[in-house]
């Protein structure tokens, strides 16, 4: 079956303009993450969805980061005023009701020049 | 002190040999440990995760783990040159989210 996609798959930006980075996850799984790679780096935690509970946004660096998840489905992933710091890989994660493996997207590769 | 620790390496191994990438972590509370491969560009895939103290084998690849200790381990044997690449250790504590370590850059040597 298909797997997680995201798009853009790159992303290339000026500093200070707003982008937006979409995932779907695996059909039925009730759980979505983002996570982002800087280079070089391991995977750092960003925000977590499950289901209809409230999201789990410990992970958001700062509040210029924002998500959302519309019909427990698509998610978008909104970074505003972007900055050179958030140049990184920004993947994303499903995983089904029960179940502790995430599976993970091809990422977006997003660059602010 | 980070939540969970990797040697980055690179650990170079020749074609055939036993690799082995070990992984701590300090949350005494976790619970589920996974061990993703990422090849250069491409995105974390799982190989194998392992829940109980002891062994758990997957034709090459074998997972320990020592709660005790707080390690956990990844054996490769034969390696072979398409092994090479990143692996990252992840830890599930019950928060939801995985913690991951920064990951450890195999290179199988042919």
């Known amino acids: 079956g298909a797997g997680v996609s995201q798009s853009p798959s790159n992303k290339v930006t000026e500093k200070g303009k707003d982008v937006e980075l979409r995932c779907d996850p695996i059909?039925?799984?009730?759980?979505l993450y983002w996570y982002r790679q800087s280079l070089g780096q391991g995977l750092e935690f960003l925000i977590y969805?499950?289901?209809?509970?409230?999201?789990?946004k410990s992970g958001l660096p700062s509040d210029r980061f924002s998500a959302e998840r519309t019909g427990g489905s698509v998610s978008t992933l909104t970074i505003q005023r972007t900055q050179q710091e958030d140049s990184a890989v920004y993947l994303c994660?499903?995983?089904?009701?029960?179940?502790?493996?995430?599976?993970f997207g091809p990422g977006t590769r997003l660059l602010v020049l | 002190q980070k939540e969970v620790e990797q040697n980055s390496g690179p650990l170079s191994v020749p074609e055939g040999a036993i690799a082995s990438l070990n992984c701590t972590y300090s949350?005494?509370?976790?619970?589920?440990f996974f061990w993703y491969r990422q090849y250069s560009g491409k995105s974390p895939e799982l190989i194998m995760f392992?829940?109980?103290?002891g062994d758990k084998e997957d034709g090459r690849f074998t997972a320990q783990l020592n709660k005790a200790s707080q390690y956990v381990s990844l054996l490769i044997r034969d390696s072979q040159p398409s092994d090479s690449a990143t692996y990252l250790c992840?830890?599930?504590?019950?928060?939801?989210?995985?913690?991951f370590g920064s990951g450890t850059r195999l290179q199988v040597q042919p």
């Open positions: 949350d005494r509370g976790s619970q589920s």
């Open positions: 059909s039925g799984h009730t759980a």
């Open positions: 994660a499903s995983r089904d009701r029960g179940q502790e493996t995430q599976y």
């Open positions: 392992i829940y109980s103290n």
């Open positions: 969805f499950q289901g209809n509970s409230a999201p789990d």
């Open positions: 992840a830890v599930g504590t019950g928060r939801r989210a995985l913690t």
